[in-house]
């Protein structure tokens, strides 16, 4: 079974960068993959997809603001941040989305994300 590994988490202050990496166990190229987050007290929400084809799609809180890519020959996907905000304090995961809306693999522990103001 392919699993996911996120890392490149850290505290950082407001304004600044971070990248995160996730990194399968297997093949990706054929898997539409997200990334996703959940701040304390709240549920998962959605944040950016990047689909097989190379074409992007995010949540309009981070909407110029992050970068979502793939590199398909490291069955790695990442997630650019820039010009982070306290709100996006969460602990961030990724994941694959199949057609019928279903994950495609067991959630990761994900990677920690605190922006201080």
């Known amino acids: 079974q392919v699993q996911v590994v996120e890392s490149g988490g850290d505290l950082v202050q407001a304004g600044r960068s971070l990248r995160l990496s996730c990194a399968a166990s297997?093949?990706?190229?054929?898997?539409?993959m997200g990334w996703y987050r959940q701040a304390p007290g709240k549920q998962r929400e959605w944040v950016a997809t990047?689909?097989?084809?190379?074409?992007?799609n995010y949540a309009d809180s981070v909407k110029g603001r992050f970068t979502i890519s793939r590199d398909n020959a490291k069955n790695t996907l990442y997630l650019q941040m820039n010009s982070l905000k306290p709100e996006d304090t969460a602990v961030y995961y990724c994941n694959g989305r199949k057609l019928s809306g279903s994950y495609y693999f067991v959630w990761g522990q994900g990677t920690q994300v605190t922006v201080s103001s």
């Open positions: 990047i689909f097989s084809d190379g074409t992007t």
């Open positions: 297997g093949s990706i190229a054929s898997i539409n």
